[in-house]
C-alpha cells in the first residue's frame, strides 16, 4: 500500500486524530493563558496594595504633623489660641514620633511615587535640622520652640497631603512602578531655599534668643 492510498483509506482517521491534537493543545495553551494572566493579576494586586498602603502610611504622617495642642491662655488675654504641634509636646514624644518617621515612613519609601518620595526627604532634611537645632536648647523646651514654627508644620503637613494624594488621583490605575533609578530628593539648590524659607532657619536666632532664657 502507497502512502497515497495509505492517506485516501484513513482520511478521517488522520483528520479526527489531528483535530483532537489540535484541540489538546489549544486547551493547553487556553489553560496556561488563564494561569499566566491570574499570576499577573496577583502579582499586581499584591503590588498595588503595598504602594496604597505606603501612601496611606504618609497621609498619617502629614496627619501627626498637622495636629496641634492649645495653649489657653491667661483670661483677659487674646482671643486667639497660639498652639503648638503636639509631636513637640517633649523630647520623649517628639522622639517616639521619629523613631515612627522612620519605620513607616522612610521603611516605605520604596513603593511610594517619586513626587512623594521627595517630598518625604525633604521632611527628613527639615526634621533633622530641627532635632539638631532642639538638642542646643535647654530641655523640655520643645513645645516652646513650637509655638515659634507651628506654622511651618501645617505647612509640611499640606504639602506632603498634596503629593501623597497625587499618587490616587493619577497613578493608582497605572500599572507602572516608580522607577528606582529615579533620585530620590530634590535638587539640593531646591532643598536649601525652602528650609530657608521656613520659620525654622529665618527665625532661629531670635526663637533660640527667646527660649534659651527660659
Do not use: C
Amino acid at each position: 500500500m502507497t502512502v497515497l492510498d495509505f492517506l485516501s483509506k484513513y482520511s478521517d482517521l488522520l483528520i479526527a486524530f489531528v483535530g483532537a491534537v489540535a484541540g489538546w493543545l489549544l486547551t493547553l495553551l487556553g489553560a496556561w493563558l488563564s494561569k499566566n494572566r491570574e499570576y499577573t493579576y496577583m502579582t499586581w494586586e499584591r503590588l498595588l496594595n503595598r504602594r496604597i498602603e505606603a501612601h496611606d502610611k504618609i497621609m498619617i504622617l502629614a496627619g501627626d504633623l498637622r495636629s496641634m495642642v492649645p495653649v489657653i491662655p491667661p483670661p483677659g488675654d487674646k482671643p486667639e489660641l497660639d498652639r503648638f504641634p503636639e509631636i513637640l509636646e517633649s523630647e520623649e514624644k517628639f522622639s517616639s514620633w521619629l523613631e515612627k518617621f522612620h519605620e513607616t515612613g522612610l521603611a516605605s519609601a520604596t513603593w511610594l511615587n517619586i513626587e512623594t518620595k521627595r517630598e518625604l526627604y525633604y521632611l527628613q532634611d527639615y526634621i533633622v535640622n530641627l532635632h539638631v537645632k532642639l538638642s542646643g536648647l535647654p530641655n523640655n523646651t520643645s513645645s516652646v520652640v513650637g509655638l515659634f514654627i507651628s506654622q511651618d508644620f501645617i505647612d509640611l503637613a499640606s504639602s506632603l497631603e498634596k503629593k501623597a494624594y497625587s499618587y490616587f488621583e493619577r497613578d493608582i490605575s497605572k500599572r507602572k512602578l516608580s522607577s528606582l533609578t529615579d533620585w530620590h530628593k530634590y535638587p539640593a539648590e531646591m532643598t536649601n531655599q525652602r528650609l530657608q524659607d521656613t520659620l525654622l532657619f529665618k527665625e532661629w536666632d531670635s526663637i533660640y534668643r527667646k527660649v534659651a532664657s527660659f
